[in-house]
């Protein structure tokens, strides 16, 4: 019944911005901390963004000061803002969600691919 849909992916050059949404339904949304991951082919599953019921904020460390995420309570959606995108950020986004920060979320979206190429 818990349903994360994601959208926004798409193509983009090198040093440009996209910017990535997710819907959140099923939910308490206001309780629970939301994230981003990502996955590129051949690569392990890596987390790129969570913020909290409150609002607090955690990057991967490389990500600091080109993404942004934030969210919505009033329309269940948490945001992914990119910029400055490079070739090694094209991957598979996930959105998802859980009430703490386990090893891997309970919930998660279908993905949105983003490809970041000239």
């Known amino acids: 019944q818990v349903q994360l849909v994601e959208s926004g992916g798409g193509l983009v050059q090198p040093g440009g911005s996209l910017r990535l949404s997710c819907a959140a339904r099923?939910?308490?949304?206001?309780?629970?901390?939301m994230g981003w991951y990502r996955q590129a082919p051949g690569k392990q599953r890596e987390l790129v963004a969570t913020?909290?019921?409150?609002?607090?904020?955690n990057y991967a460390d490389s990500l600091k000061g080109r993404f942004t995420i934030s969210r919505d309570n009033a329309k269940n959606t948490v945001d992914l803002q990119m910029n400055s995108l490079k070739p090694e950020d094209t991957a598979e986004y996930y959105c998802?969600?859980?009430?703490?920060?386990?090893?891997?979320?309970?919930?998660w979206g279908q993905g949105t691919q983003v490809t970041v190429s000239s």
């Open positions: 099923g939910i308490t949304f206001t309780l629970y901390t």
């Open positions: 998802t969600a859980d009430l703490g920060s386990p090893i891997v979320p309970k919930y």
């Open positions: 913020i909290t019921r409150g609002g607090s904020s």
